[in-house]
């Protein structure tokens, strides 16, 4: 039976062949399962209509090719007058299927998600089973495979399935082993910004979330990634409770960008406090020192619709170290501009000061004019969360223009 021989030489190659224009329509199975049918059947078909048979004998030859070749089904040939013949497929004996996972265990809430991802692989896989013979996966194993590839690519990216049958006493048991597959998550880059505590706070937390992060090594890039808006919501909890975040009240909010370096953006910022510390020095100007600084506010209610701060700072001058106290209250007007008014000590005058505030990174801009009918203003740009650099202006001094660099503690 050369036809036979072609068949099966199709039917069990590695790859899958394209359907030769559907010539033989197979019907009665799932349609993963008919179109594997109509692949063998449409090959034993072309042969057969070269091989100078009668229509009648070449009808009889593809029924009983197709009984030797579908395990599991009987086959019924509808000859279908002049038009090319069909195949329904009818199981012999359908036998339950269950699926069992062997997967790798991993921490939470990984681990959860796994659980959830595999019970939908297992819902949509015993669906795809349903009504099919187990003999069926012998001749219909590259389409199967195909199928199990396109669930575990939807349901579960970055793992495979490797499939085992096995029978049981009452039915049969298919058994899915779970590998994950390359790219992997090689290490995490967090990056921790506040504009209301300080960065030496900021950089213990960042540590910690290291530490919290390292369950994700490993695990595929394309996983992660499908779990994105759950792993945000798990990372911020995580640094949600630390002390240093629960103390002062601070709202977080994480973005992570899967990658083989994952980057993992955090933003903490305190409801509650400003705590602020940094070093500056001025270039291009005499008579102006380096100076230490520090911010301490409190977040307070006395306009509905404004944010306030009440507020001190205090800065050294690391030459002769004297101390200028200023205490202030400033109101946000809209997002990102506040205005304030501030006393300072030793002078004994009135401040009345502006702000607008930068981002992460960018420009800002601030000025401050006295009682007196001084002035002092700045536009600034911050390079990174750590250093800034400003073109000042001083009208107490000689040298009114400087360029200052502030550094943040």
């Known amino acids: 039976m050369a036809a036979v021989t072609v068949a099966l030489a199709l039917l069990f190659s590695s790859s899958v062949l394209p359907a030769l224009g559907a010539e033989i329509r197979v019907s009665g199975a799932p349609l993963w399962i008919s179109a594997a049918a109509e692949r063998a059947v449409d090959a034993v078909w072309s042969e057969l209509s070269r091989s100078g048979l009668s229509r009648l004998r070449a009808v009889e030859t593809l029924g009983l090719v197709s009984s030797r070749l579908f395990n599991g089904y009987d086959i019924d040939v509808v000859k279908n007058g002049r038009e090319n013949p069909s195949i329904v497929l009818s ?118 979330l290291l530490k919290d992060l390292s369950p994700v090594m490993g695990l595929p890039v394309s996983w992660i990634e499908s779990h994105g808006e759950a792993l945000d919501r798990w990372a911020s909890a995580m640094v949600e409770r630390r002390n240093t975040v629960s103390n002062s009240r601070s709202d977080v909010s994480i973005s992570v960008v899967p990658s083989q370096i994952t980057k993992v953006d955090a933003l903490v910022e305190s409801r509650r406090y400003v705590l602020r510390a940094w070093l500056a020095a001025q270039a291009g100007a005499n008579g102006r020192s380096p100076e230490l600084g520090f911010h301490i506010g409190r977040f307070v209610k006395l306009v509905p619709r404004w944010e306030s701060e009440l507020y001190g700072e205090f800065l050294v001058d690391l030459e002769n170290w004297s101390l200028e106290s200023r205490v202030g209250l400033r109101w946000g007007l809209v997002d990102p501009v506040w205005i304030g008014v501030e006393y300072v000590d030793p002078d004994d005058e009135l401040w009345y000061r502006l702000w607008v505030r930068g981002h992460k990174k960018g420009p800002y801009f601030w000025c401050r004019y006295s009682e007196d009918y001084e002035n002092q203003m700045a536009l600034g740009y911050r390079i990174n969360q750590v250093v800034s650099v400003e073109v000042n202006y001083d009208d107490r001094y000689d040298d009114r223009w400087s360029l200052r660099a502030i550094g943040d503690l």
Do not use: H
């Open 91 to 208: 199981a012999e004996k359908i036998l339950p299927w269950e699926i069992e996972f062997i997967s790798p265990d991993l921490k939470e809430p990984f681990s959860r998600w796994m659980d959830d991802d595999l019970k939908s692989v297992e819902s949509e896989m015993l669906g795809k089973l349903s009504g099919v013979p187990y003999q069926a996966l012998t001749w219909g194993d590259d389409a199967f495979r195909s199928e199990l590839r396109a669930v575990m690519e939807d349901k579960m990216p970055g793992w495979r399935g490797g499939a085992i049958v096995r029978f049981k006493e009452e039915g049969v048991l298919l058994e899915l082993t779970v590998t994950p597959e390359s790219p992997y998550v090689l290490a995490t880059d967090p990056t921790i910004y506040s504009g209301t505590l300080p960065n030496i706070l900021m950089d213990r937390l960042k540590e910690s």
